[in-house]
């Protein structure tokens, strides 16, 4: 027997089970897709589909349940991962080559391994600690340029309205690094003279530029015959060249500031003179330090051959990069003023020029000895 109610009916069944039922706006009974094991079961199913009625949500529970069918049985969507947005995210920027290459390779080995596979909306402050705590406490550049690098990219998320906040924020790791993950000492005057005269005689030349012109090694690389003008004692700074995958790719230099007049001390010309002559070919566009077999020399070639010089030199510790150090060192000791170290290193900042100077051995005793000369005045 059904058991009538204000809103539809409820019957107990010969299985001892009860079945609810009643009749919907479309006038038609819609009986309940399961049956109950108590009456109070099968009254609260009626009371959820009376509310539902009076919401005008209602449809028929027949149709409702095939739509939650069909829901449960499409292909789940794919969630988009920190991997996949940040390599979208990337390929949009407008970048260099040189940095698209260092974003590439801190993504691939410092990010993708532990957080690739993540949902970017799941990223949460404590995974990123998680990250943060495995990675290489002895390289903190790299680092530091990490956690950069992915405190971007979740930017970047929080602007495609991804996530409402960016969890790579932890305030002691967001700043950009300025200071060097170690002391860079310059070289002595004698010791670059050892250090280029322990190099191949065909790279002598770029030890000594790279010294005494403080260039980077993308611009010393990318030097043509045509970029030198011995009567003025200048070279011409206007490209540099970077390694990209399938071959180099010569391009603007790293900013405005590196197109730059840096001029020779005039002491190097007879070596530059020599060295033109003996191993540059005739052309403007040939190299002057080229690769054995031809074009660009590769950069991790030259600190090969840098390395083995260094330690002949006495200085293992010293990298390519010292060169440029002790460039810029060497013309403070000479009365360049910060400004004049800007225009010669390239540099847009007062920053990155004092980054480049150091105190070099015996500074301090010629400033006494200046300071007693006031005093014997």
């Not at 390779?105 to 990123?128: C, F, Q, W, Y």
Request: hydrophobic fraction near 40%; include cysteine.
């Amino acid at each position: 027997m059904a058991r009538r109610r204000s809103f539809g009916a409820i019957r107990r069944l010969p299985s001892r089970r009860y079945q609810a039922s009643y009749a919907g706006p479309d006038l038609q009974r819609h009986v309940a897709p399961v049956t109950f094991t108590s009456a109070a079961d099968a009254e609260t199913w009626l009371s959820d589909e009376r509310r539902l009625v009076e919401s005008e949500a209602w449809r028929p529970p027949a149709v409702r349940l095939a739509q939650a069918a069909a829901a449960a049985a499409a292909p789940k969507p794919v969630p988009l991962t920190v991997e996949t947005f940040a390599r979208t995210w990337l390929r949009d920027l407008d970048l260099r080559p040189a940095t698209r290459r260092d974003y590439d390779s801190l993504l691939a080995n410092h990010i993708v391994p532990a957080l690739g596979t993540m949902p970017v909306e799941e990223l949460t402050k404590r995974d990123v600690r998680q990250w943060w705590n495995t990675l290489d406490p002895t390289k903190p550049r790299a680092r530091s340029k990490a956690f950069q690098l992915l405190h971007n990219v979740m930017a970047g998320a929080m602007e495609s309205e991804l996530v409402d906040s960016n969890p790579v924020a932890l305030p002691s790791r967001t700043k950009v690094r300025t200071k060097r993950a170690k002391n860079i000492e310059p070289l002595t005057v004698a010791q670059v003279a050892d250090l280029a005269r322990a190099m191949p005689a065909r790279l002598r030349m770029a030890v000594l530029l790279g010294c005494w012109c403080a260039l980077r090694y993308g611009e010393l690389s990318e030097l043509r015959r045509q970029d030198v003008d011995l009567k003025a004692g200048v070279l011409k700074v206007s490209r540099g060249v970077v390694k990209v995958k399938g071959g180099y790719l010569v391009g603007d230099t790293k900013t405005d500031a590196g197109v730059r007049r840096v001029h020779v001390p005039p002491a190097l010309l007879p070596e530059l003179k020599t060295h033109l002559d003996t191993y540059v070919d005739a052309g403007p566009e040939a190299l002057l330090f080229p690769a054995p077999n031809g074009g660009h020399l590769h950069s991790s070639s030259f600190a090969r051959l840098f390395e083995k010089a260094a330690v002949a030199a006495g200085r293992p510790d010293a990298t390519p990069h010292t060169l440029r150090h002790t460039g810029a060192s060497l013309a403070t000791s000479v009365g360049a003023t910060t400004a004049d170290i800007m225009a010669r290193l390239g540099h847009t900042t007062p920053g990155m020029a004092m980054h480049y100077q150091h105190s070099l051995d015996g500074a301090d005793a010629r400033v006494a000895q200046g300071l007693s000369r006031i005093l014997e005045d």
